[in-house]
């Protein structure tokens, strides 16, 4: 059974940045595509970012691009999302995600349903 483990979230201040990391148990290749996803109670759950390791192309919501860096590390098997400017509507709980189905990368965080998901990590981003 495939596990991902995310860490790196906590409390900033509003333009602050925080790093996120999720690690693959196993090959992180052995994925098609990954990607972050956030979710605020009450509201469904956002594909953030999203990254094919077929081709390396990435996807950003609007929301966060040109603030938001999606990356990965094979030699770790570890994806990692820079965040930067926060805002406080980031506040959420970001969950890592992972598919061995071949999904582009925009298609992985706007409509695939990934069969691996992480535990989540609260990131909360006060004024």
């Known amino acids: 059974q495939a596990q991902l483990v995310e860490s790196g979230g906590g409390v900033v201040q509003s333009g602050g940045s925080l790093r996120l990391s999720c690690r693959a148990s196993?090959?992180?290749?052995?994925?098609?595509?990954m990607g972050w996803y956030r979710q605020v109670p009450g509201k469904e759950r956002e594909g953030v970012s999203c990254i094919s390791n077929r081709d390396d192309t990435t996807y950003y919501a609007n929301s966060v691009k040109d603030r938001f860096v999606i990356s990965r590390d094979s030699a770790t098997s570890t994806m990692y999302l820079q965040m930067n400017s926060l805002e406080d509507e980031d506040t959420a709980v970001y969950y890592c995600?992972?598919?061995?189905?071949?999904?582009?990368?925009?298609?992985?965080?706007?409509?695939?349903?990934?069969?691996?998901w992480g535990q989540g990590t609260q990131v909360t981003v006060s004024s």
């Open positions: 196993g090959n992180i290749l052995d994925y098609h595509a």
């Open positions: 995600a992972a598919t061995r189905w071949l999904t582009p990368a925009r298609a992985m965080c706007r409509v695939h349903r990934p069969e691996a």
